[in-house]
DNA sequence: TATTGTTATACTCTATAACTATA
DNA sequence: TATAGTTATAGAGTATAACAATA
């Protein structure tokens, strides 16, 4: 297509910082939410995957909310300090620990879920269900895992 | 199935933490890709930017790129330390400091518009040109601003 | 040797408050 | 006093590599 030259579009059109720039602001938001139930964001979604998927090795957790194993070792740390998670020797893997939520864990979760809900009527309050529901569509279509195809060149 | 309570919904249906997600990849992609030319994606959109609305002082150019003052002074002195950027004083009110692409500055540009651009190819692999239309038009309708309505509460 | 989890470290981003120099 | 910019500091997120225990 004819379209201007592909150099030098304007920064806003630019998905990518569009998506950095949100993304950061989402995270200070939830953040904020998140106060006065003492959790980070990455504590909050933990938590929320906890009560999804009960007991889960670390391994398996790691995937599913997508930080790495020091970073997992960090949150769990910290959960586990306030007791809102407890981590168990697998007896069939002496390896493994699995992680499950504590009675403590399950009911913080209500306030997380509540606190999340607040920022995304505040963050999509000029978008309509449908759009909503498309953007959610679009965001897990992103392309996030490791680069595979398009690009690979070097 | 009959859907559990709307309490807890999946971890993963939350926008607040899909937009965190991805926006931290979206950073991480960045990043990388910009490491051929020395800068962090901050430094680059800062001179995408510069090169839009040419000289500008920073109150203008800290809400242009969404970052707070102490943000952007750390950001102008590593690209002034580079020499892409200056930053001279507003004659009419000497507390201000004019910001204004170099020369060299400008070159580095292409460089970053191509990384920016391959980012995205990446990023946005699997959906249609109109796709990415939509999910650029959703972004931007964001509220991004400071709170005004719902949960103004407290 | 490979895997699970841990520790240590460092860099980026974000947020806040105190400070300066000008107005 | 108010504003533009600066400095300092601390917390959160991210990335990496080295390590211990177990398989």
Chains 1, 2 share one sequence.
Do not use: K, Y
Not at 39 to 46: D, K
Not at 64 to 93: F, K, M, Q, Y
Not at 110 to 133: F, K, N, Q, S, W
Request: glycine share 8%; aromatic share 0%.
């Amino acid at each position: 297509m004819t379209v201007e030259e592909t150099r030098c579009r304007r920064a806003m059109d630019r998905i990518g910082l569009l998506l950095a720039r949100h993304g950061g602001i989402s995270n200070a938001r939830l953040r904020q939410a998140l106060e006065a139930t003492g959790l980070t964001t990455r504590q909050g979604m933990t938590l929320m995957h906890l009560a999804e998927t009960g007991p889960i090795g670390q391994q398996a957790l790691m995937e599913a909310i997508g930080v790495d194993a020091s970073a997992l070792v960090a949150i769990l740390n910290d959960l586990e300090r306030d007791n809102l998670v407890e981590r168990r020797r697998d007896p069939a893997d002496r390896r493994r620990h699995i992680v499950l939520l504590t009675e403590a864990g399950t009911e913080v979760l209500t306030g997380v879920d509540t606190a999340m809900t607040a920022v995304e009527r505040e963050l999509l309050a000029h978008l309509t269900p449908a759009e909503v529901a498309t953007l959610h569509d679009l965001l897990t279509r992103i392309n996030t895992s490791a680069h595979d195809e398009a690009c690979a060149g070097s």
